[in-house]
């Protein structure tokens, strides 16, 4: 029923869909304010986004896509530039005694999960013209949570590995890196638009 040249498609597809994912949990794993419970959560909350997201794109149809495309490319943008804007001023004003950015706080994780998978239902809408079929599809969805689930697992590690970087400068690749993937994701739309 599935192909090699299928799964091939569908891991390669939730590789591309979780790099957002993975490089946002390495910024949050570079501020090593997370538990080992809250970074699975955040993991979680990526993935469950991102195969959402889709899951709901290819029950939308076509007939919306250039609508939602064009909508979903600014949102992830704002929701991305507001919050790297946000830890850019807490690494500014950042002392020992403040309140770091709280990157363990459920409503950041809504927000970056949301954020970094907006764009995603775009994708669900093209499923179709990819030929895949409704089982393809539900399978598919459930290669992308895998996928970004590991990838987001992985960022977080890797984040809180970097012991030699100072809490004022994590805040402030951080807030660059989500300015620079909403960056990414306006340049992209437009690209894909001309």
């Known amino acids: 029923m599935f192909s090699v040249g299928y799964f091939i498609e569908a891991i390669f597809l939730g590789l591309a869909l979780a790099m957002d994912c993975f490089t946002v949990s390495i910024t949050c794993g570079l501020q090593k304010t997370m538990s080992r419970p809250r970074s699975l959560f955040l993991a979680f909350s990526f ?7 889709p899951f709901i794109g290819s029950f939308l149809g076509t007939m919306f896509y250039s609508i939602i495309e064009s909508i979903a490319a600014w949102v992830a943008f704002a929701l991305l530039f507001v919050i790297g804007l946000k830890m850019m001023m807490e690494a500014k004003n950042f002392s020992l005694k403040s309140k770091v950015f709280d990157v363990s706080s459920l409503k950041v994780i809504l927000l970056l999960s949301i954020a970094t ?7 669900g809408m093209s499923f179709s013209g990819m030929g895949w079929l409704v089982g393809e599809q539900i399978v598919g969805v459930i290669i992308i949570f895998i996928v970004t689930f590991i990838m987001s697992i992985i960022g977080v590690i890797m984040g809180e590995k970097v012991y030699f970087i100072k809490p004022r400068f994590a805040l402030n690749l951080g807030g660059i890196i989500l300015i620079l993937i909403g960056l990414k994701t306006i340049l992209q739309h437009y690209i894909e638009t001309m």
């Open 47 to 53: 993935a469950f986004f991102q195969a959402f997201m």
């Open 117 to 123: 998978s907006i764009d995603a239902m775009a994708v």
